[in-house]
């Protein structure tokens, strides 16, 4: 079985998280930049299948700018068998469909019986990569998915919605994406950290995948503005001094709950 693994570096969900205002994209320089933490629970999920199935091959893919090296390590630190980068600065910018197609590209040119990818990344959040990869490939899609069920010819889990939750199935080779109901990543061991440096990683471009990416690439949606959120604005205060339910009450008058 090989499982492909699509792992994003995103900034620090701790840290102060900012858009350039100039270009629209991540100011990757205003936090350290962190492994999603969806994508780690993508890693566990293909590790954990691996531990059971002697000679399963889990491979991370990211599409990333170069300084993304130390991220994908993390991943072959945690397990993973090999790692392939796709690292093109004509990349930068792309937009959701030019990053499904270099992807779904890489997943071809690597091979795959199995990709896990996040439901939703925690910077970008377009939440659709997932299933714009299954969609390029033409494999079935079960996507946002609770549980997760792989066996030798297919892959299953929970997909729960507002009205219920739907057990859904398919054959491989298939494309799934996970939510965070899922375990969390394992923490790496020293001995991990250390064999993740002699594991392959490949490094690609996107002339090397044969997608087309003019220099800048052209994404087909455009981003005509964009604005900082206002900073949040102090709540009210309410002060017991023997009348805070009615003072409560006329706050919740005026602001039409009530
Ligand atoms: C040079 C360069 C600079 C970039 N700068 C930015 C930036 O500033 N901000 C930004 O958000 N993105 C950046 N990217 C990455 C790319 O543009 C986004 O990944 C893409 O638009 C996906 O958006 P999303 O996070 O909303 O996807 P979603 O659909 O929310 O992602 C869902 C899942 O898809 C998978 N996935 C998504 N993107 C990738 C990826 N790149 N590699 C592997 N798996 C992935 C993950 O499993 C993720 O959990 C850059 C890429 C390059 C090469």
Same mark, same amino acid.
């Given at each position: 079985?090989?499982?492909?693994?699509?792992?994003?570096?995103?900034?620090?969900?701790?840290?102060?998280?900012? !858009?350039?205002?100039?270009?629209?994209?991540?100011?990757?320089?205003?936090?350290?930049?962190?492994?999603?933490?969806?994508?780690?629970? *993508?890693?566990?999920?293909?590790?954990?299948? *691996?531990? *059971?199935?002697?000679?399963?091959?889990?491979?991370?893919?990211?599409?990333? =700018?170069?300084?993304?090296?130390?991220?994908?390590?993390?991943?072959?630190?945690?397990?993973?068998?090999?790692?392939?980068?796709?690292?093109?600065?004509?990349?930068?910018?792309?937009?959701? !469909?030019?990053?499904?197609?270099?992807?779904?590209?890489?997943?071809?040119?690597?091979?795959?019986?199995?990709?896990?990818?996040?439901?939703?990344?925690?910077?970008?959040?377009?939440?659709?990569?997932? *299933?714009? +990869?299954?969609?390029?490939?033409?494999?079935?899609?079960?996507?946002?998915?609770?549980?997760?069920?792989?066996?030798?010819?297919?892959?299953?889990?929970?997909?729960?919605?507002?009205?219920?939750?739907?057990?859904?199935?398919?054959?491989?080779?298939?494309?799934?994406? +996970?939510?965070?109901?899922?375990?969390?990543?394992?923490?790496?061991?020293?001995?991990?950290?250390?064999?993740?440096?002699?594991?392959?990683?490949?490094?690609?471009?996107?002339?090397?995948?044969?997608?087309?990416?003019?220099? =800048?690439?052209?994404?087909?949606?455009?981003?005509?503005?964009?604005?900082?959120? =206002?900073?949040?604005?102090?709540?009210?205060?309410?002060?017991?001094?023997?009348?805070?339910?009615?003072?409560?009450?006329?706050?919740?008058?005026?602001?039409?709950?009530?």
């Amino acid at each position: 079985m090989k499982i492909v693994v699509a792992i994003k570096e995103v900034p620090d969900t701790w840290g102060e998280r900012r !858009l350039d205002l100039e270009t629209g994209l991540t100011d990757r320089g205003a936090s350290a930049p962190v492994l999603d933490e969806i994508g780690e629970r *993508a890693v566990e999920a293909a590790l954990t299948y *691996a531990d *059971a199935h002697e000679g399963t091959e889990v491979v991370v893919l990211t599409m990333a =700018p170069a300084s993304a090296t130390a991220t994908v390590r993390k991943a072959l630190a945690m397990g993973a068998t090999s790692a392939v980068h796709v690292v093109d600065d004509t990349l930068r910018g792309a937009d959701l !469909l030019l990053t499904a197609e270099v992807l779904a590209a890489a997943i071809r040119r690597t091979g795959f019986d199995l990709v896990i990818a996040g439901n939703l990344s925690t910077d970008g959040g377009g939440a659709v990569v997932p *299933a714009m +990869i299954a969609e390029i490939l033409g494999v079935p899609q079960l996507t946002a998915l609770s549980s997760l069920d792989v066996s030798e010819a297919a892959v299953a889990g929970d997909r729960v919605s507002d009205a219920g939750t739907m057990r859904v199935s398919a054959a491989l080779p298939a494309v799934v994406s +996970i939510t965070e109901a899922l375990p969390e990543g394992r923490f790496t061991t020293f001995k991990g950290i250390m064999a993740a440096k002699k594991k392959p990683y490949e490094t690609l471009d996107a002339g090397a995948l044969g997608v087309a990416a003019e220099n =800048p690439a052209v994404p087909r949606y455009i981003m005509l503005s964009v604005a900082e959120r =206002p900073p949040r604005a102090a709540g009210t205060k309410i002060v017991d001094e023997g009348d805070a339910g009615e003072k409560l009450a006329a706050f919740l008058v005026a602001e039409g709950v009530a």
